[in-house]
Nanobody, 123 residues
Framework: VQLQASGGGLVQAGGSLRLSCAASKRTFSSAAMGWFRQAPGKEREFVAAIRWGGAGTDYADSVKGRFVISRDNAKNTAYLQMNSLKPEDTAVYYC?????????????????WGQGTQVTVSS
């Protein structure tokens, strides 16, 4: 599975961006897609995840109420709608896929990774 992340950019604090992650082929309903981010000098951290089939989403506490993860199965694409952005959201954002539950926040448990897209939030 190849993943292509896009949608990053520069935005002012309080603004919004929508990231997309397109998978190269159909992802099984038992899989989960997650978004992670990595800021300079920091470890990669979990942001959100969604089960590819059926219900099931999970969010980091730092983004709950501001970010929304969704998917379009017909397009093999997942999205991360980011609202009320803060300067501390600045990072490279990566999408990833794993088999199984979306309630897994460790990056080591995700097998396939996209190339990352830069999000910069100015104050």
């Amino acid at each position: 599975v190849q993943l292509q992340a896009s949608g990053g950019g520069l935005v002012q604090a309080g603004g919004s961006l929508r990231l997309s992650c397109a998978a190269s082929k159909r992802t099984f309903s038992s899989a989960a897609m997650g978004w992670f981010r990595q800021a300079p000098g920091k470890e990669r951290e979990f942001v959100a995840a969604i089960r590819w089939g059926g219900a099931g989403t999970d969010y980091a506490d730092s983004v709950k109420g501001r970010f929304v993860i969704s998917r379009d199965n017909a397009k093999n694409t997942a999205y991360l709608q980011m609202n009320s952005l803060k300067p501390e959201d600045t990072a490279v954002y990566y999408c990833a896929v794993r088999s199984g539950s979306p309630y897994v926040t460790s990056s080591g448990d995700y097998k396939y990774w996209g190339q990352g897209t830069q999000v910069t939030v100015s104050s």
